[in-house]
């Protein structure tokens, strides 16, 4: 049985479904981040399972107790806001331990959970301090801590490193993962960073309009995306996108044309127009027979590569070489393209072929 489950859940806001019926089984222990660009449904799931929002239809349980119209108190949740949500009033040991102090809990438990928590997140030496004295990774550590002494049978993540700078985001999304692989804790996390997603996720769920798109662990989704929006979404630089037509085992683009693999010349057939899809990172000047040849527009160096944004014919293209390729923003360039990697997509479903 899953240990967090929804199952044909619904959510209107009057006459406007923002999630219409959605089915997710989340396993225990496991480390779930729902990611999907703004407005896709993701913060209102995550809300519906901590009870602060009412699910219109449908059925939530966690760890086999059915919890939809459960209030949030009564759901061994614990959720961790974006914006950290502390009282400014109290130090970090109080803001630890006010949840426990509200539900009656003794003094001497309290004091052991804080201190053990304050342990674990090193926040041993700021327990005294109260959160304006404190920096915006030391505060989320606070929002964290708050949740874990709980000792909840679900953790709740809201976006809760959008507020911080790019190197510390780095930092604690590796905190956080470390902290949930010790714990074995069940975790939810929202973002709509979809590396932070990549790099912290057991599984993770792609959202479009309230609907799940594609649920898998991150190399499956960066490898057989679904369809064309998960393609599009997962990846960064993103997935390159040329409409093109199979014909005679190639995929031809007006005047030029890549030979495809044996197997996927067998697959697809003389198919005609499908949209095909190339990641900037699979077209290297590697030892490859199938090249393409496009107008640079843009050169960015990144130091252990370089990004060639371009043109072929009107649709946008970007390429990742290695620095020392030679090109020049309106100079020709002709890339090697490793057709292994290419994806296929249905040009009116834009499902995956």
Sequence with gaps: MAHVALKNVTKRFGSVTVIPPLDLEIEEGEFIVLVGP?????????RMLAGLETATSGEISIAGQEVTHARP????????????????????RDNIGYAMRVHGTDKATIDTRVNDAATLLGLVPLLDRK???????????????????????????????????????VEMRTEIKLLQRRLGTTTVYVTHD???????????????????????????????PANRFVANFIGS????????????????????????????????????????????????EAEQAAALTFMPDAVEPLGPHTLVIGRVGDTKLTAQVDPRFGVTPGTMCTVQVDMTQAHFFDPESEARL
């Design 237 to 284: 630089p993103a997935m390159n996108f040329l409409t093109a037509r199979i014909e005679n085992g190639a995929a031809r683009f007006g005047d030029q044309s890549l030979a495809l693999t044996e197997e996927d010349a067998r697959r697809l057939g003389d198919r005609g127009e499908v949209i095909f899809g190339i990641r900037p990172e699979h077209m290297r």
């Design 38 to 46: 703004s407005g896709c449904g993701k913060t209102t799931t995550l």
């Design 194 to 224: 979809q590396v932070e997603a990549m790099t912290m996720a057991d599984r993770v769920v792609v959202m479009n309009a309230g609907r799940i798109e594609q649920a898998a662990d991150p190399i499956t989704l960066y490898e057989h």
């Design 131 to 169: 959160p304006k004295n404190l920096s915006g990774g030391q505060r989320q550590r606070v929002a964290i801590g708050r949740a874990l002494v709980r000792q909840p049978q679900v953790f709740l993540f809201d976006e809760p490193l959008s507020n911080l700078d790019a190197k510390l985001r």
């Design 73 to 92: 108190g009564e759901r061994d949740c614990a959720m961790v806001f974006q914006n950290y949500a502390l009282y400014p009033h109290m130090t970090v």
